[in-house]
Structures are given as C-alpha cells and as structure tokens.
C-alpha cells in the first residue's frame, strides 16, 4: 500500500514537470502551443485517474469495504470511544459515516494519550480496530477529494480538447498544473496518513500479543494450581 502511494506521487510529479513543457511558449508575441506534448498529457493524466480509482478499490478491500459494524463489533468498545467524542455525536459511527476527521482524530488523540499516560484501560485489540475505523474513515475522505480533483482535470481536458485558441489552452494548461499540484498534496498527505496507521497497528499489535502472553501465562499457572492443589508453589501462594 505504501509503496503504491509513492509511485502514484511519483507520477503526478512526472506528469507536473511534463505539463511545464506544455505550456505555450512565445514565438513574436504569438502563443505557440505543443500539441504533442498536451495530446501526451491528457493520456498520462487518464492513465492516472484509473490508477488513482483502482487504488481506491484496493483500499477499500483491506479496510473492510467501509463496513464499520464489522470494524466495531464489541459495544463495550463503542462505549468506550464514544466518551471522547466531540459534542454533537453519540455514537462513534455516526462520525465515521460523516467522514468528520477532526472528530475521529479527537478519540485517537486521547485513547493515545491515556496509553502514554498508563491510564488506558482499552485492550490491544481495541486499538487494532480503532486504528482500523480512524483509517477507513481517512481513507473515504481522502479519495473523495481527489475523485472531485480528478472530475475537474477531467472536465478541463475536455475544454483543451474542445478549442483552437493557443492562449486559451494556455490558461487551461495552467489551470490542470494548479490543480495537479492540489493531487500531488493529497497523495503525499495519504502517504503520511498510512505510515502513521502503519506505526500505530504494529504498536497495538504487540500490546495485543503481549495480552494473549499474559492471558496464557495465568491459564497455565492456574492449570497447575488446579492439578497440583498440595504443591509447595501452591502454600507459597
């Protein structure tokens, strides 16, 4: 996923610098416009949209395909999300449906900090699946930004398609490299977004083997008391 992330930014970037060879240049005062380099870029631009949409794809499969009653299955767990939920939510769906990222962002902040602090009572399966909520939802805000960034590239390529005047390509050229550039932003910040993800999964991952370590330590331990009642362990106990 990560590295899929890279290469799509990789491209935008390439696709940004080829667009700078698109612009018109000046020839006495008169626009002169590469056809061959804007015919180029509007393929390489399309190429992008389908690649931007199958990694979409992609990301909804890891994630559940959106489906939070899946990701959040145990109510106590709800329960305990909720409480730090931002004024206007009562359950931590709700949020998630919404896509409010601030929201969500506010219930990691402080399950984090209570984990920081050892004051956390939330086990590490809780924070797998968290993790996993505040992720999907992320996910379903950045692609839909980048949908309606793709939309209008889209529509622009249409109008550079549609008219034969150099300066209105011109205008229209630089108009797809701001909004390229808006793309290659979001990319980067879905980059930053995962390996965060990444990191806090791997955290919570060990806090949950460390659980089962623990869990299967005492159902040994207790085993022994049960088959060796008069042991000397057992007294000591």
Known sequence: MKMKLKTLAAALTASAAMMATAVPAQAAGVPVFDVANINQMIVDY???IQQIRQMGDQLKAMTDNGNY???LSDPT???YMNKYLSKGYNDIFE???KGDLKALQKVADEIKREDAAK???MTGKARIEANRLLTRS???VSMSQLDSDMQRIGGLMNQINATVNPAQKQDLANTIMAQSSMMQARVAQMQLMFQQAEAEDKAARAQYAAENRAKYRQMQNKQLQQ????S???KRK
């Open 77 to 79: 767990l709800r329960s």
């Open 119 to 121: 004051a956390t009572s």
């Open 69 to 71: 009653a899946g990701i």
């Open 46 to 48: 399309q190429n992008q």
């Open 232 to 234: 000397l362990f057992n």
């Open 95 to 97: 949020a998630a449906a």
């Open 138 to 140: 992320q996910m379903k």
């Open 227 to 230: 088959a060796l009642p008069n």
